[in-house]
């Protein structure tokens, strides 16, 4: 099964057609050299530098993508979400490495390597197989409003996750990065956490009010949102390398529609645990992809 990302009312449970297999599907090798592991050092890829506010000739986006991904980087610039003490300690840049997507279906994703690798649900680059183009360009906004277009490289509708590569983006702010860094990242937790961690979700709620009896309605919530909770152990007898129905990890973070692919951080050391994918629309809990299933798919890339 292959998990679809809202779109339309209809779409509620995210689930769609089946596809066959544990097949990943990787862009041309002999175009993309494979990325390392977040944790092996790596060339850095050329980057092509975009102006603060990109203009629609360069995003070649519809005029209304277009006008939303610049609306939601002026409410990005203008505002800043509160952070934890702890995690803001212990990791500086959790939350700057935290991305929405310009399109109006929203959707996050995480940087996981300085070079500009991104971590997201494979739901939130294609439908299905027949929807996934590698060539395709991605708009995206750091936290910071940065912008910043990416391609894929990887997609695996069974784990529910996909790697971009960041291709172009506009200059980091001064002093908001070290000195010869290019991206905020965050680093991946070298287990699982424990039954009753705490955890934090930063992601994009949507928009629109899906829950409305009619369409149209805005839901009033921020572009970026954060949320504490907890991980609640992984669902009973399933898989947790197969996230294509409903994801295996459980949480109870707050989320809404478009925190797909945001990342569960360990709210202690703001280490990538899981990432948010999905809900049970029966019991209300939050599911996510597991760090066993992080860690096995980008192990397929090198």
């Avoid at 790697?163 to 699982?192: H, I, R, W």
Wanted: glycine share 8%; hydrophobic share 40%; net charge negative.
């Amino acid at each position: 099964m292959s998990l679809i990302a809202a779109r339309t009312r209809a779409q509620r449970k995210q689930i769609a057609g089946s596809t066959s297999g544990t097949e990943i599907h990787l862009a041309d090798e002999t175009e993309t050299p494979a990325p390392p592991l977040p944790s092996q050092p790596a060339a850095k890829p050329y980057i092509t530098a975009l102006p603060t506010k990109p203009p629609i000739s360069l995003t070649r986006l519809p005029r209304d993508d277009h006008n939303l991904l610049l609306k939601k980087q002026h409410f990005l610039q203008k505002y800043a979400i509160t952070v934890p003490r702890t995690l803001k300690r212990n990791a500086p840049h959790a939350v700057s490495a935290t991305l929405v997507f310009a399109q109006q279906e929203a959707g996050t994703a995480v940087c996981i390597n300085p070079s500009g690798l991104l971590l997201t649900c494979a739901h939130c680059v294609a439908g299905d197989e027949t929807e996934l183009d590698l060539e395709k360009v991605h708009w995206l906004l750091f936290a910071s409003g940065r912008a910043a277009s990416a391609k894929c490289l990887a997609w695996d509708s069974q784990r529910d996750l996909a790697l971009l590569q960041v291709t172009a983006a506009s200059a980091a702010a001064p002093g908001d990065l070290p000195e010869g860094v290019s991206f905020p990242s965050v680093t991946l937790a070298d287990g699982a956490p424990q039954l009753g961690a705490g955890l934090v979700c930063i992601g994009h709620p949507g928009s629109e009010d899906l829950e409305a009896s009619e369409a149209g309605i805005s839901t009033g919530y921020d572009v970026l949102h954060l949320s504490s909770g907890s991980f609640c152990g992984y669902a009973e007898g399933q898989d947790v390398q197969d996230n294509s129905e409903i994801g295996a990890l459980q949480h109870d973070c707050w989320t809404y529609w478009g925190h797909s692919g945001a990342p569960l951080l360990d709210a202690r050391t703001g280490k990538l645990v899981g990432m948010h994918s999905s809900w049970d629309d029966e019991t209300g809990m939050r599911r996510g992809v597991a760090l066993e299933a992080i860690k096995m798919f980008l192990k397929a890339r090198v």
